[in-house]
């Protein structure tokens, strides 16, 4: 069995990455440790490489559809990592999520119509749903002791209040870090069902799952099939956010209508030549590395907990169920915003997303992604104790 050397440092500057490439453009110092943007410090699968290498060295590049071993090998992939049967005729393949998303905003809904998120949640919900000219409607997460849950009496209110169309799911939840359960899913999906909500759920985290915990698929209730579309992708799983394909599935009739409508609106059609080719090999031939990757960032995520327990007193971590992101919580330092963005950017010269931008809801938090080596986390670590105790 081929071991992956994750601690291997590989030097991403100069590739065109979003992480590295971009401080200047994104108002950025040079020379910070970026642990912002959800991508791994990782190379993918040797054969996923190998895939790609070879598809480029045949150096045609024509239209592509995806292969046709394709659905049969994403049908496994579904059915064991997400406990689902699915059909072909539910897939829809977008170029990324966030599109994905941004069509279902306006295929389910229409301009000043009401879309309900759970913030603290990833930016783009709410981006696409106010550039869309739809309302924003908010059912704020509950945090009990850095653990986060739902306010279910909340959501329905809001819904039926607002008249709310569509609800976007963050299932497992970025950034908090949540693998939600059956019983949080079926009661969220029952609250759609009854109020007639389309709910979709965005399940890009679902193979970070750590021990302990189980990804929950929205595939697995039939009974929320009238009123659900699911969204997955190897973009997250293979670090192949750059290759931009994901697999849509809406089993139901109607719905799938209106989302494959609003698709044929935006003039996409064919994706790139390297996503299916990635996506094939990485479903077909990643599992092992997968594995590997997971026990990897399950030390990590140990690793830093265990140093920020023992070192940073004004930092509270709460381990996440999944996801490689880490939700730092600074509210009971008494650091103000600027005093601790400048303790992170200035003075740790580290580049976290502040949690100001998941809603006000994630105010007084830093989200760090621990998809890196163990060696950089710990200089990064090292270097935000340092930095806080510099405040002084
Ligand atoms: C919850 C969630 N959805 C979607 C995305 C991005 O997906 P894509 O690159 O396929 O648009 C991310 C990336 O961080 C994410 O965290």
């Avoid at 019983?183 to 709910?199: F, Q, S």
């Avoid at 930095?387 to 002084?392: H, M, Q």
Wanted: with cysteine.
């Amino acid at each position: 069995m081929h071991i992956y050397n994750f601690d291997k440092v590989v030097d991403r500057r100069n590739t065109g990455s979003l992480k590295y490439d971009c401080a200047a453009e994104r108002g950025m110092p040079d020379g910070l440790i970026p642990l912002w943007v959800a991508d791994m410090d990782f190379p993918t699968a040797d054969e996923i490489v190998r895939e790609l290498t070879d598809r480029a060295a045949h150096g045609i590049f024509g239209y592509s559809e995806p292969y046709r071993e394709y659905f049969g090998v994403l049908r496994s992939w579904i059915s064991e990592y997400f406990c689902a049967d699915v059909e072909k005729e539910w897939l829809i393949q977008t170029p990324g999520i966030v599109f994905a998303l941004a069509n279902a905003v306006k295929a389910f809904t229409k301009e000043n119509e009401a879309v309900i998120i759970q913030p603290p949640v990833y930016y783009p919900f709410s981006e696409i749903t106010r550039v869309n000219g739809r309302r924003l409607i908010v059912n704020n997460l509950v945090n009990k002791d850095g653990v986060y849950g739902i306010d279910f009496e909340d959501f329905e209110k809001k819904i039926v209040e607002n008249d709310v169309k569509l609800f976007l799911l963050c299932n497992p939840h970025n950034p908090v870090g949540r693998v939600w359960t059956e019983d949080e899913l079926t009661r969220l999906g029952g609250i759609c069902l009854r109020n007639n909500v389309v709910a979709v759920s965005d399940e890009i985290h679902a193979n970070f799952v750590y021990k302990g915990h189980k990804h929950v698929s929205f595939l697995s209730f039939p009974e929320f099939f009238p009123i659900s579309a699911v969204c997955t992708s190897p973009g997250k799983t293979f670090n192949l956010a750059g290759l931009q394909l994901s697999d849509i599935f809406v089993p139901d009739p109607v719905l799938r209508g209106k989302f494959l409508a609003e698709h044929r609106k935006s003039g996409y059609s064919q994706l790139n030549s390297f996503a299916h080719a990635g996506a094939l090999a990485a479903y077909k031939f990643g599992g092992e590395w997968l594995r590997q990757l997971l026990a990897y960032l399950e030390k990590n995520r140990g690793f830093m907990k265990k140093y920020i327990d023992e070192n940073i007193p004004a930092i509270k971590m709460h381990p996440p169920e999944g996801t490689y992101l880490a939700w730092l919580d600074f509210n009971g330092s008494g650091i103000s915003y600027c005093k601790r963005r400048n303790a992170v950017v200035d003075k740790a010269g580290l580049w976290l997303d502040k949690g100001e931008i998941f809603g006000e809801a994630g105010a007084g938090f830093e989200r760090l992604n621990f998809a890196c080596p163990r060696s950089v986390l710990e200089k990064a670590l090292i270097r935000l104790k340092d930095g806080i105790e510099k405040l002084k």
